[in-house]
């Protein structure tokens, strides 16, 4: 490989870098390309030549990637050796596109395994794995300082297992790859060891999604559960107003500080005495309004809960199946998370960047959305960034939406002051509410709407759950054109992506 011209730096994250080298003379001889593997993997870092072309990554790479493909493309390799009889690699290039000598270390040092890229001195400019927090001891590595060697050594007169011993040779012999020659230790590495992180690969990758998929389905449990209370709280909605009717007529009878009444249930077949709770806090009238709003309540929700019940037990079963096929030995983890992303259960992995992620800003407690004339939509993640919305981050004047006696999120139609708000924009942030609600597959819902100076937080009221003092409903019927608008027009705001919030 001495002499020879990097054609291609490719990256295979999260840990490994490919080096396609053109061996030296080659534009005479036609010879094939060098594809040199420095892999800094925890579970099996290694060093080899690969005989099979390297599919480039399709995801955003990060910065110590981009870095090496832009300071060693073109550059030619002059030396290559191992640091002190240690298991750290020395590669040296000349011709880099910066004109100065560049030094690739590849520390393969088991679970702190390491890349690092240095300049003349051998003074650090990036590194694959940041080391981490060393408290009050200095630091071995630092940005703009010299390359230093781990600490330890080799002990003197170790034995040392050839590689050929160590590693059995597969059972098919190695090719001729290389110019019309093979590297058989390097076929050993790439096709015993090479096998051996495949499987471990799997099994973390199953024990990732595993863990992701078990998530979604204990939330999805636990919203039928909430589902099947509101429903059996629904079928029992005659016994509340039967309750509001009895409390009606001995209204005069509730005495002041009283936890209960007992009256005549003439509602019962024989007739017979029945106790109603009332809070001792309100006044009889009070008492009396609060039986009847709960029981219209009820009637409201009637429409809809069987639906949401019908989703969600469909989600929780769909989720349970992607568990149970897991668990299958023959089964493909890649293939199960395909299919529940494209199903809606799970959200797609994100790729870190870890230097972008040190430099990001405060997560925001909301998706922001652009509606149809322009203005700011701002929806809630999380019950209790519901609150920080609504309560501290919303102006007076604001829209405020929510589902009506549904869970979901916050939802802010930005207005400017003594600004009257846009009908279709209004319509906006409505089919935003009920995106964002268990009500996201129903084709009709009923929305809250009112100015965020009409919405309160009781005292010692659950995160996200509010009272209004004004408002109307409005009955939206979802349109999936004004929907994929409405996505597609998300603003980036630090934060991950959350399921719905389970307020009231």
């Known amino acids: 490989m001495i002499g020879g011209r990097v054609l291609d730096v490719l990256a295979v994250p999260p840990r490994d870098l490919v080096l396609v080298l053109e061996p030296e003379g080659a534009s005479e001889e036609r010879a094939a390309p060098l594809r040199l593997v420095l892999s800094a993997d925890p579970d099996g870092p290694r060093v080899f030549l690969r005989t099979e072309r390297v599919p480039r990554h399709a995801g955003p790479l990060g910065p110590f990637f981009r870095q090496v493909a832009g300071e060693l493309t073109g550059a030619r390799l002059t030396r290559l050796e191992q640091v002190a009889a240690d298991r750290i690699l020395r590669l040296e290039f000349g011709g880099a596109p910066s004109g100065e000598r560049r030094v690739l270390f590849a520390e393969f040092v088991g679970r702190h395994a390491n890349l690092l890229l240095a300049g003349p001195g051998e003074k650090l400019l990036d ?13 071995r590595l630092a940005l703009g300082s010299a390359w230093v060697a781990p600490p330890g050594r080799p002990h003197a007169g170790a034995e040392v297992l050839p590689l050929c011993d160590a590693i059995a040779a597969p059972e098919e012999p190695a090719p001729a790859c290389f110019g019309g020659r093979a590297a058989p230790l390097s076929w050993r590495v790439e096709q015993t060891l090479g096998q051996i992180l495949r499987v471990m690969a799997r099994e973390r990758a199953a024990r990732d ?111 349970e199946n992607s568990l149970g096929q897991l668990s299958a030995p023959e089964s493909n983890p890649a293939e199960i998370e395909s299919a529940a992303i494209a199903a809606g259960w799970i959200d797609p992995p994100q790729e870190p960047d870890e230097r972008k992620r040190k430099d990001a800003p405060a997560r925001k407690p909301f998706r922001e959305f652009k509606a149809l004339r322009g203005g700011s939509i701002l929806v809630g993640r999380t019950a209790k960034d519901n609150d920080e919305l609504t309560l501290r981050l919303a ?15 916050h939802v802010i139609l930005r207005l400017e002051r003594g600004a009257e708000p846009d009908p279709e924009e ?56 004004r929907l994929r608008r409405l996505l597609s027009s998300l603003r980036a705001t630090p934060g991950t992506q959350e399921s719905p919030p389970q307020d009231a």
């Open 209 to 319: 999604l595993r863990e992701r998929l078990q998530r979604k389905f204990d939330r999805a449990r636990g919203l039928v559960a909430g589902l099947e209370q509101r429903l059996q709280a629904v079928e029992g909605s005659e016994r509340v107003l039967q309750d509001g009717e009895l409390l009606k007529a001995n209204l005069s009878r509730i005495a002041r500080g009283a936890k209960s009444i007992e009256v005549q249930d003439w509602f019962a077949d024989p007739p017979t005495t029945r106790s109603i709770s009332v809070d001792p806090r309100r006044s009889p009238q009070e008492n009396l309004n609060a039986i009847f709003e709960r029981y219209h309540k009820l009637e409201r929700s009637a429409a809809s809960v069987q639906h949401e019940l019908q989703l969600a037990r469909a989600k929780a079963l769909a989720l």
């Open 127 to 139: 590194w694959l794995v940041p080391p981490p927090p060393s408290g009050a001891k200095p630091q």
């Open 395 to 409: 102006r007076g004047n604001d829209l405020w939406l929510h589902t009506r006696d549904t869970p979901g999120s």
């Open 426 to 481: 209004v319509l906006d942030a409505a089919t935003l509410a009920v995106h964002f609600s268990p009500l996201a597959e129903a084709t009709k819902a009923a929305v809250h709407v009112a100015r965020r100076k009409q919405v309160h937080k009781p005292r010692g009221a659950k995160p996200g759950l509010v009272a209004l003092s004004g408002g109307k409903t409005l009955e939206v019927r979802m349109q999936p054109e």
